[in-house]
């Protein structure tokens, strides 16, 4: 069954318990949360994320690092030192989403200002995936139009390549950034996608409230039906996207009604 959410990132820069909480208490029942320093991977501070998630019946979908901005330099990077030491650092997200309950972990990844050979990226990539399984978790590309992965001929030779350990966050915001129309992506993605971040898009604004642009939102869930797509669908929005907490998670209460008539 695919289920809606909404990201704690699109009230940034509400501090994320608060942004959780201003979510749970209107009744949204599945969120991505984006952590949003180191102190946030602290047991006690995710203790208090789990006594608000328990409290209200939340699933918590998915993670976002916030070093997706230095994953070029430790990852990609030819000082093997500083690969094996993100490795260590990026555990600590793996075991805050195995206490919070999250299954998705959205990578973002290289940048093309730091040249770095394809086949190096997947076999980087691959190691950050196989360790994510140890723990039960999924790593997901997300199509980012600023880093490597916004570009489509790498997107399908990571396919090519990786098989079914290439897995994706199809962002629609990052597509249409890119040129190219979010029915598109999914046929270029395909079974591969295991996590979604949702927005409208039209000429002026290529983030904003689903319904408020040119998104056919229904074909978009037939689209996905043509996968066998059963993740979520997490709306992700700029702050500046929307006028209130309230006028989001009534956004959210659209999506929801509308997988519900057609999923």
Known sequence: ?????????????????RALNELAIRKVDCVEIFIN??????????????????SHGIK???????TCGIEPMMFFTQYPRRFLDILDYYKKYFEAMNLLGADIFVFHGNKPQNKFPDEMYFERYNGLYELG???GVTVAQENVVRCTSGDIAFLKKMIDTLGDSAKFVLDTKQAVRKGINPYDMVDLLGERIVHIHLSDYDEKNDCQLVGKGKLDFVKFINKLKEYSYTGSIILELYSNGYSDVDELVHNFDLVNETLDKHC
């Open 60 to 66: 918590v979908s998915s993670i976002h690092p916030y």
């Open 133 to 135: 399984k140890t723990f």
């Open 37 to 54: 320093s180191n102190c946030e991977l602290k047991k006690s501070f995710l203790y208090n994320l789990k006594s608000i998630i328990k």
């Open 1 to 17: 069954m695919i289920r809606a959410g909404v990201s704690t990132a699109s009230l940034y820069p509400m501090i994320t318990e």
